[in-house]
């Protein structure tokens, strides 16, 4: 008997059936762009550690930037559809959704949140078309996970602030023209953090690659090097301070990994099915052994309830209820899960899952940044065990 | 330019082996099959939207591009997403799939014509579900116009379109004056496979057809649809072409394998009897 044609996951969940035309085109136009587009280069960018930056334009003309933003030249699309696209991007790499994500959710959204109108006419126009790309600099080599222990400062001098610092592990700074930078204000706690917007050109900005990366290789990871920088006082977003400021900015990229993630996992797990269908050892396909199945229904599973996870907290976010502790919960859950399945397809793959041949390994070694980027699983542990028991643990 | 570009949704192709035929052979049944634009289709309304703008400012429309579809309420999906891409209007001629054939589909679409009066009618080459490669050519010829088919070139001139296309040993070139009805084949989207007499020579599209972006998928629920009632195109429909019976293509047998060159060249001989 041949065998049957295998079901998807879309299927399984019947996803389709819970989104509008609307939401479905957006993502089988994201879903093409990036087979089309992104894929056949994929592997290659991944080796030779580069980033695809012929398409930023196209990424742009599509209205992915900032995509979830309303007006200043965004598309407003709700959270359901930001997440498919996301999705689909990270189905091509994780390096290709953090750029996006990067653009839209940390250096378009404090702009858009808690600059002046003159600062969002400014900036956000020319950011969803990327004519300028931006970055975001909040961690520090000495403050990863506790934000609020940040050495960078800015000092009020007449008409402008000066800022000294280092960012470290920062997404697109070597090829950004502008960083949203957070930094303590004078001689101020945590408390007294602002956000600065410093322009590619100020004196004593600099932004060194981070080389050797074995992970979101496909993505420019840089340092920002700010050596008493000079940046006007129009420069500072008005709207916030203390570290809420950048942590509701995380709270948005964070929503969008949760969804990106199930793009690499899902990835890994077509891979997975479609070389175990074909490969065949001690006389028959390897799908056909109770092993092998055990792990295709486990990844399957696994996902299918990431994608309802998602699904309902971008229901709640378009709704306007999402709390962080959701946000924590999806991306934690969303992210252990892609990190799973893409573990399980490199095992299932044998020694081909070792090979950048087959996007399994690629994946693998990416989410491992998404594992630890955005609040480490260790950290959303702790909110939503802060959360559920009353007690703070950090 | 005034295009009109006739679209039909078609069992996902990628997906084909989910056809199922019902044992009494009747008919196929549709229920579970996703579906999608018909590629050539989709390349059609690529070729058209070329030739309704200038390729470098594609954002801005210099021409109008009305899309038609037949079928029932769910295929306006397939003319939201024409749209989406860049489309300008829709007509949706309410219809059952199973109760169309091509020549009731070019009288029905000749109708259209006459009341929509485009210059041009651009259509895939064929559906991929029937592969029937007929609507274009009886539409022609109702119509008495121009036709050419299978393009996989076209160049607006004055009046006329210039359409190369590719035939054994070949490219046959046709200057067919306008209005006119010409069918594309795949390589219509090829980049630098259309040019309006706005986009200049030099200029190359991306390979394939275009992304719709995601701002204007949004937007395209404000462009017009209309509805249209098949009897209000066609009073008469009858259908020319009867199915007889439906059945699924025989299981392939798997090959065999041969040692070397000899046994290849005597299998042929002796066996398969083709040397
Ligand atoms: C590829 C990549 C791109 C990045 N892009 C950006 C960017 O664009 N902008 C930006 O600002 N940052 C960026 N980051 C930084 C990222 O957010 C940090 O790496 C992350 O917050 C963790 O900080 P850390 O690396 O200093 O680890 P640490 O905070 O030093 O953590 C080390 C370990 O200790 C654990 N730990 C820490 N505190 C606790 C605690 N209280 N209880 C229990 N365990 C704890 C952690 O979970 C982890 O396992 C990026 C990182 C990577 C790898």
Redesign the pocket.
Known sequence: MTPQEPLSLDALTAIDGLLTDEERLIRDTVRRFVRERYLPRAAELFAKEQFAVDLIPEIAAMGLLGASLKGYGCAGMNAVSYGLALAELEYGDSGLRSFVS?QGS?AMYPIWRFGSEEQKNKYLPKMAAAELIG?????EPDA???PGSMKTRARLDGDSYVLTGT?M???SAPICDLAVVWAKVDDGDASSIRGFIVERGTKGFETPTIHG?M??RASP?GEIVLNEARVPKENVLPGVVGLKGPLSCLTQARFGISWGALGAARACYEAAVAYTRERVQFGKPVAGKQLVQEQIVEMAMDIAKGQILALHYGRLKDAGSITPVQVSFCKKNNVGLALRAARKARGLLGGNGILLDYPVIRHALNLE?VY?????D??HT?ILGNALTGHNA? | MKILVALKRVADPDNANKVKIPASGEKIDTTGLEWKPNPFDEYALEAALRLTENGTQPKVRAGEVVVVTFGPKETETTLRAALATGADRAIRVDASDDKLDGDLVARALKALVEKEKPDVVLMGKQAVDGDSNQVGQILAELLDWPMATFAATIREEAGALLVGREVDGGVSTLRVKLPAVVTVDLRIVAPTSVYSTKTPSTHKYNDGVRFAALPAIMAAKKKPLVEVKLADLAPDQALKVSYHGFAAPPARKAGIKVKDVSELVSKLKNEAKVL
């Open positions: 990067v940390l970055c975001f600099g909040l961690t990863g996970s506790d960012k592990w920062i997404t990366k992970s979101l990871t940044s630890t980027y955005e609040g480490t260790e950290v702790l950090f």
